[in-house]
């Protein structure tokens, strides 16, 4: 209709929760408004829970703090990570949404080599919209963007993609270096913006970034676990990526794919290395123990779902990388108790649990 000012519906508004994970008052939403204000907000509070985090006017969300985490979860609560990003994660468990995107609270709106701010939520809703090409790689990259195809020689048998699990998005300004790297190059900032999305081909592993993800929860949610990290745990900073690598040899598994690159986001603020270091260096170790360990992942034929697959890799996890430090022991039967909470909140029986949670939402911190 000529001179209609009605707005688009947002992409998937009603079908997609943005988890947020927190220790400080959420100003940089002003920035995000444009693109954020039409979405449910799930705001997990990190650190002292008698602390009131603001959140602008105008949002809708709901916010859970560390008590509601023991609330919800009773003795399995134990599952979530205290003083970590990683309790992110809480926010996946609590969603009744299909789709989640999260992002940190120091992430801000990029802009492209034009000029023009990034709707990063509206990418990676395309990207898990179209279908990814584990099997075999296009030049080209992702050939169902707008102006871009599959290349000669590419099979048509393979042509029609598959199911897109996960989107994995990237940075401009900080990058995300581990600690030796970020002592080393103190002053290294990533300008290159390439416009590109690509699907990480089956078998590859990748090391994935938790504060610019998008993910089909209804599909991959229960893989989306990150861990046992920060307070009481002798590793840090590895959360997003030990998620990432189950979350890749179940996807590979079960036929679905990663897509990675676009969308960019500005991440504002390096970390402090020192305290980095301090969090990882174990885990600098033990990665060359646990990269082999999912490369050599292999699930029976009667893992059907992604809750078998992810209860047959923490036995894996025990059984051979328990070996490596007593830790992975206490990983391993957390990743259990994390798929029966999952289940006790995600299930028919598990719909109470979910209005009493409703009830709580759009308050300050409960």
Same mark, same amino acid.
């Given at each position: 209709? %000529?001179?209609? =000012?009605?707005?688009?519906?947002?992409?998937?508004?009603?079908?997609?929760?943005?988890?947020?994970?927190?220790?400080?008052?959420?100003?940089?939403?002003?920035?995000?408004?444009?693109?954020?204000?039409?979405?449910?907000?799930?705001?997990?509070?990190?650190?002292?829970? =008698?602390?009131?985090?603001?959140?602008?006017?105008?949002?809708?969300?709901?916010?859970?703090?560390? @008590?509601?985490?023991?609330?919800?979860?009773?003795?399995?609560? =134990?599952?979530?990570?205290?003083?970590?990003?990683?309790?992110?994660?809480? &926010?996946?468990?609590?969603?009744?949404?299909?789709?989640?995107?999260?992002?940190?609270?120091?992430?801000?709106?990029?802009?492209?080599?034009?000029?023009?701010?990034?709707?990063?939520?509206? !990418?990676?809703?395309?990207?898990?919209?179209?279908?990814?090409?584990?099997?075999?790689? @296009?030049?080209?990259?992702?050939?169902?963007?707008?102006? *871009?195809?599959?290349?000669?020689?590419?099979?048509?048998?393979?042509?029609?993609? *598959?199911?897109? %699990?996960?989107?994995?998005?990237?940075?401009?300004?900080?990058?995300?270096?581990?600690?030796?790297?970020?002592?080393?190059?103190?002053?290294?900032?990533?300008?290159?913006?390439?416009?590109?999305?690509?699907?990480?081909?089956?078998?590859?592993?990748?090391?994935?970034?938790?504060?610019?993800?998008?993910?089909?929860?209804?599909?991959?949610?229960?893989?989306?676990?990150? &861990?046992?990290?920060?307070?009481?745990?002798?590793?840090?900073?590895?959360?997003?990526?030990?998620?990432?690598?189950?979350?890749?040899?179940?996807?590979?598994?079960?036929?679905? &794919?990663?897509?990675?690159?676009?969308?960019?986001?500005?991440?504002?603020?390096?970390?402090?290395?020192?305290?980095?270091?301090?969090?990882?260096?174990?885990?600098?170790?033990?990665?060359?123990?646990?990269?082999?360990?999912?490369?050599?992942? *292999?699930?029976?034929?009667?893992?059907?779902? *992604?809750? !078998?697959?992810?209860?047959?890799?923490?036995?894996?996890?025990?059984?051979?990388?328990?070996?490596?430090?007593?830790?992975?022991?206490?990983?391993?039967?957390?990743?259990?108790?994390?798929?029966?909470?999952?289940?006790?909140?995600?299930?028919? !029986?598990?719909?109470?649990? %979910?209005? !009493?949670?409703?009830?709580?939402?759009?308050?300050?911190?409960?």
């Amino acid at each position: 209709m %000529a001179g209609s =000012s009605t707005k688009p519906i947002p992409l998937l508004r009603d079908e997609l929760d943005i988890v947020i994970p927190t220790i400080r008052n959420l100003d940089f939403l002003d920035m995000w408004r444009p693109f954020f204000e039409p979405y449910h907000l799930i705001i997990v509070q990190d650190g002292d829970p =008698s602390k009131t985090i603001k959140v602008p006017e105008g949002f809708d969300y709901e916010l859970y703090n560390r @008590n509601d985490i023991n609330r919800i979860l009773g003795p399995k609560a =134990s599952c979530i990570s205290f003083k970590d990003s990683a309790c992110r994660c809480f &926010g996946y468990m609590v969603s009744k949404k299909k789709y989640v995107f999260t992002i940190d609270d120091d992430c801000f709106v990029a802009k492209d080599p034009s000029g023009k701010e990034i709707n990063a939520l509206e !990418q990676h809703i395309k990207n898990l919209l179209s279908p990814s090409t584990p099997y075999f790689f @296009n030049t080209l990259y992702d050939p169902f963007r707008e102006g *871009v195809d599959f290349v000669r020689g590419y099979p048509f048998s393979l042509r029609e993609g *598959v199911t897109t %699990a996960v989107s994995h998005g990237l940075w401009l300004n900080i990058p995300d270096y581990d600690a030796p790297t970020q002592l080393v190059k103190p002053r290294e900032r990533n300008t290159r913006y390439v416009d590109a999305v690509l699907t990480i081909p089956k078998g590859t592993l990748f090391p994935m970034c938790g504060m610019n993800l998008a993910f089909d929860r209804e599909l991959i949610g229960p893989a989306m676990y990150f &861990g046992l990290m920060g307070d009481g745990q002798p590793i840090g900073r590895y959360d997003d990526m030990w998620a990432g690598w189950c979350m890749k040899v179940i996807c590979d598994h079960m036929g679905w &794919g990663v897509k990675t690159g676009l969308p960019y986001i500005w991440h504002s603020k390096a970390s402090n290395p020192f305290v980095n270091l301090k969090k990882e260096y174990k885990g600098i170790f033990w990665q060359e123990e646990i990269i082999p360990f999912f490369q050599s992942t *292999v699930f029976p034929k009667e893992c059907t779902t *992604v809750q !078998q697959c992810y209860l047959e890799l923490s036995k894996q996890v025990k059984e051979k990388l328990g070996k490596v430090d007593p830790y992975f022991n206490k990983l391993a039967d957390a990743m259990v108790t994390w798929i029966e909470a999952w289940d006790e909140l995600n299930s028919s !029986q598990g719909k109470p649990a %979910a209005a !009493q949670r409703a009830k709580l939402a759009n308050g300050n911190a409960k």
